[in-house]
């Protein structure tokens, strides 16, 4: 089997699940009692359906950045959905401040685009964190942690010791589908395979779900640009 994957063991993992990350890696969760052996036969037993995952269209090998897009005047960057013209200001030396449009401070010079990483982290903080406390009340459901993270081949992750982790390039995006990710991450509380009942919960509270997939699809590469 031409096939190369990753394996992660989990002493509180019961079942084997296997991923296939958008940069087409794969990555098998695996309980620590299961043999290399057994997991093997499992990846073999899904090769077609891992191979279909792998030429999925959202999956890719490197990402098509823009040559030459640097910020400054006249530019853009993307907020919640929508593009903000960008203006080097000499005002507000000390930080980036959001009016409608960026206003980045002259002052950072080369350091611009991680100037405004932070406060697109920032963001993400105050406004994708509170609306994971607020979902998982009303699917009843309890998270051990949340953070805001830097991963740039998954849009969140539910892991096994009950915690919840979000890119904050998902702050770029539109906020029902800054919720369905939320939602989804969620669900895996409740259901840790996507099965029929696990789609069913998010749906329940996330009912632009098709219409934010869809969104993804699209436009993920786009969230990972640098700006």
Not at 63 to 92: C, F, Q
Not at 190 to 216: C, G, Y
Request: aromatic residues 10%; positive net charge; contains cysteine.
């Amino acid at each position: 089997m031409d096939l190369t994957y990753t394996v992660k063991r989990s002493s509180k993992r019961k079942k084997l699940t296997i991923t296939v990350e958008r940069n087409r890696s794969v990555v098998v969760h695996a309980p620590e009692s299961i043999s290399e052996e057994k997991i093997r036969a499992i990846v073999e037993s899904k090769q077609q359906w891992i191979y279909e995952k792998i030429r999925h269209p959202q999956k890719y090998d490197k990402l098509p950045h823009p040559p030459g897009k640097e910020l400054v005047n006249g530019e853009s960057a993307l907020y919640l959905g929508r593009h903000y013209r960008i203006e080097i200001t000499t005002s507000d030396p000390e930080e980036v401040r959001f009016e409608q449009r960026f206003f980045i401070p002259a002052y950072f010079s080369s350091e611009r685009k991680k100037v405004l990483q932070n406060w697109y982290i920032e963001r993400a903080k105050e406004k994708i964190l509170p609306r994971a406390k607020k979902f998982a009340d009303n699917l009843g459901v309890t998270f051990v942690n949340a953070k805001i993270a830097d991963n740039r081949y998954r849009w969140g992750s539910c892991t096994t010791k009950d915690n919840i982790n979000f890119n904050w390039r998902l702050i770029k995006a539109p906020m029902y589908v800054i919720d369905y990710v939320i939602v989804h991450e969620l669900a895996h509380l409740m259901e840790m395979n996507h099965t029929a009942r696990f789609w069913s919960i998010v749906r329940a509270q996330s009912p632009k779900m098709d219409k934010a997939k869809q969104w993804l699809l699209e436009n993920g590469q786009m969230l990972e640009e640098d700006i």
